[in-house]
């Protein structure tokens, strides 16, 4: 079945505490990004990569940090989070012939 | 950049009646608005999607439409049934593979 798979789905940290939201895509698709979902803004993207080694900043980039190792992986890393990046993630695969993209499950995330 | 504006930010419809949901965008080189459904607790779905060389695609009940010249787009169920309750969201495709997103409208069927 093609899947777009996060973990985890909630997180519970303190400021500081570095963590990673792993991100991974069966449907052999190049683009992969982040979203971070807040209440009256809908969906903004934090981060987005072209291909593997090629990353690059969305609009909300500031905090976090991402690899792209394999073509299938693409994990979310924050060093040291803060209360307000307290929010829901979205991981998104996008199929490149018809710009489809294609949604994980979310990770909500809560900083204290 | 591209900006997407999505409105209503709420809109409560009965149960059979007709709902629209209206984006504009910025960016003229845009070429892809999907439409995406989120139900609580869930992830977006893709619902229905238009490419900038067409200006209205239907899918059942659902359909879209675009108009290139003023940079708007719409969405519109008809027979609204409650498992149409959900948060939508418009998008736009602008540099690559970019999508940005409205900023949501939840929309609420009454029986």
């Known amino acids: 079945e093609a899947q777009v798979t996060q973990n985890p789905r909630y997180l519970i940290t303190v400021t500081g505490k570095k963590l990673t939201v792993t991100c991974s895509q069966n449907m052999n698709h190049e683009y992969m990004s982040w979203y971070r979902q807040d209440p009256g803004l809908g969906l903004r993207q934090i981060y987005y990569s072209m291909n593997v080694e090629v990353t690059d900043k969305g609009d909300v980039p500031e905090g976090y940090k991402v690899s792209r190792k394999e073509k299938r992986n693409f994990p979310l890393i924050l060093e040291s989070p803060s209360p307000n990046q307290t929010s829901l993630y979205f991981c998104a695969s996008t199929r490149v012939r018809d710009s489809q993209a294609f949604f994980g499950q979310g990770t909500r995330l809560t900083v204290v | 950049g591209e900006n997407v504006e999505q409105h209503p930010s709420t809109l409560s419809v009965q149960e059979g009646d007709s709902a629209v949901i209206k984006c504009t965008y910025s960016?003229?080189?845009?070429?892809?608005f999907p439409w995406y459904k989120q139900e609580l607790g869930k992830r977006p779905q893709l619902i229905i999607d238009?490419?900038?060389?067409?200006g209205e695609k239907k899918d059942q009940r659902i359909a879209v439409t675009l108009n290139k010249t003023a940079k708007h787009f719409s969405l519109h169920i008809t027979e609204t049934q409650p498992e149409d309750s959900a948060v939508y969201f418009c998008?736009?495709?602008?540099?690559?593979?970019?999508?940005?997103f409205g900023q949501g409208t939840r929309l609420t069927i009454n029986p």
């Open positions: 998008a736009a495709k602008g540099g690559a593979q970019k999508l940005v």
């Open positions: 238009i490419r900038s060389n067409v």
């Open positions: 960016d003229s080189a845009s070429n892809y």
